[in-house]
């Protein structure tokens, strides 16, 4: 069953700025780290940020210094700052727990971000 709402993407000029959010499953959203990840056209679901149940973030290099991850533990959300947006940040964001497969029905439809002028 889905476990999580993505939203807050849309379209975005290059150095723009957006806030996407993720409202989790309360159980899920205690237990686990959660992360963010970007699937580009025609490529694989890739984890970009993570946040664990202490706090602790982690990000993937190709896009530290632009990205923040957060969450609201009393709303059992995640959410994902992009800042100085470029066009290979175009893709559908989704959140969940860090391995997760792609497969596991726990996916959300994800939210579409678009960089272009």
């Known amino acids: 069953q889905v476990e999580f709402v993505e939203s807050g993407g849309g379209l975005v000029q290059p150095g723009g700025s957006l806030r996407l959010s993720c409202a989790a499953s309360p159980n899920i959203f205690r237990a686990y780290t959660m992360g963010w990840y970007r699937q580009a056209p025609g490529k694989q679901r890739e984890l970009v940020a993570q946040i664990t149940s202490a706090g602790f973030t982690i990000y993937t290099e190709s896009m530290r210094g632009r990205l923040t991850i957060s969450k609201d533990n009393d709303k059992s959300t995640v959410h994902l700052q992009i800042n100085n947006l470029k066009s290979e940040d175009t893709g559908v964001y989704y959140c969940?727990?860090?391995?997760?497969?792609?497969?596991?029905?726990?996916w959300g439809q994800g939210t579409q971000v678009t960089v272009s002028s």
């Open positions: 969940n727990v860090p391995g997760t497969s792609p497969a596991s029905p726990s």
